[in-house]
């Protein structure tokens, strides 16, 4: 399954900005968002069932960030909420293994967020 994601692009402080994850098929299973800021490795950001559409997250955006799906369209949407300098990197959409599993496999390309202070 190939997966893009795309919306990156340049946010103030305190603003919001809508990503998307595009999927080549339907994903029955498990979604994930992670990020992977400057000088720092790829960190778990939120994932998204593809049955319920229940979601989780990692404590640095949970309250911030909304991530869904849209299963017709085989897509998965992340909401920034306000963002802080410390959200600024690329961000990839993948696969996960299970639902609260904090890892990810058969990663799209990123799509990078810049946040201005």
């Known amino acids: 399954v190939q997966l893009q994601a795309s919306g990156g692009g ?9 990503i998307s994850c595009v999927a080549s098929e339907r994903i ?4 994930g968002w992670f990020r992977q800021s400057p000088g720092k490795e790829r960190e778990f950001v939120a994932g998204v069932s593809g049955t319920d559409g229940s979601r989780y997250y990692s404590t640095s955006v949970k309250g911030r960030f909304t991530a869904y799906r849209e299963n017709a369209k085989n897509t998965m949407y992340l909401q920034l909420a306000r963002v802080k300098s410390e959200d600024t990197g690329v961000y990839y959409c993948a696969l996960v293994p299970a639902y609260g599993a904090r890892t990810g496999y058969n990663w799209g390309q990123g799509t990078l967020v810049t946040v201005s202070s």
């Open 10 to 18: 340049l946010v103030q402080a305190g603003g919001s900005l809508l």
């Open 28 to 31: 029955p299973g498990v979604m």
